[in-house]
């Protein structure tokens, strides 16, 4: 019996730093006392942050203090394994796209394309976010601010795959921007040549377009010259006319051949690319969100009603604690010594 008895003074009693104890049923003793203090400042956090809740999603999103935001998501492909000859180490020898193996990626350029300058610049200008959100002063660099803020590029190494987001309160905003840093990317990457058969590819598309305007333009100048070699007023003109259209002739078999030829190496490369994975590719586009991103209002209001109800409870340990020491002689005797004694070493 004597063991229980001292097993239970242990459970429920702790020791000071003067070796007095404290009992923790006088602690739920206080907290009983004041329940009701207790329960109605409780219940004014909770009732106080329903309404908040409630006025922020009826006020407008720009003059509401917690708006609903939403956050579409492009996906694209990055294929690491495509660093032929060390590309693009030899590109960037600077370190800064330094993964933790010491080596650069194309993941890691496109995180750090990600967050460059001139990639928040182009967006705040095809947007115009300095007449979006009224910026008078410092445009550009509060305008890459703002960006930075909103936007967000991540790389899941597991599945390769690199994500845009951007966050706003507007939806059709967020999308449009999410969807317009994927172009920028994929031209980032064209542009720097990264990836030889897509860039192939576009050149071979723009050969052909050459070659297609220029065969187009020989045959209307060919047709032109026979309607005038045909005409009456012009007999005098005939050997000239017939020596320019051959030469014209020559000149447009000779931009059919090559058209022929550049049609042919383009379904080479398409099948080529058909065959392997780019270093860039786009797999899904944003999408206009349906459901908001944020905020969390029922979480913000379980949190607001916890953190009123911990600090609730502590004020009415503090107070009864001091209305304790107020009671109790001895205590404010010991205080008030304890005082002096620090009065009298300072002098």
Known sequence: M??????????VAGKTADGKEIDLIDLFSVIIQYKWVIFLCTLSAAVASIVFCIVSIEMPLDKSPLPNVYTPQAHMLINNTALADNQLLQIFKSGDLGNSSGEASYSDLAIYLAGTNSFLDAIAEKFDLAG?????????TTARHILEKKMKASFDKSAGVFTISCTDIDPYFAQSVVNFAVD???QRFLDMGLDQTRLEKKNLEDNIHTAYASIVGLQKKIRALELSASGADSTGHVPSIIFDSSMLKLELQSQEDLYAQLKTQYELIKVKMASETPVFQIIERAELPERKSGPARGKLCLITVFVVLCISIII???????????QNSDAMDRLFKKEKKRNEKKF
């Open 316 to 326: 009415v340990w503090v107070v009864d604690m001091i209305e304790t020491i107020r």
């Open 184 to 186: 920028y990317m994929e």
């Open 132 to 140: 979006r959100y009224a910026i008078t002063k410092f445009s550009r």
């Open 2 to 11: 004597e063991s229980i008895r001292l097993l239970n003074t242990a459970s």
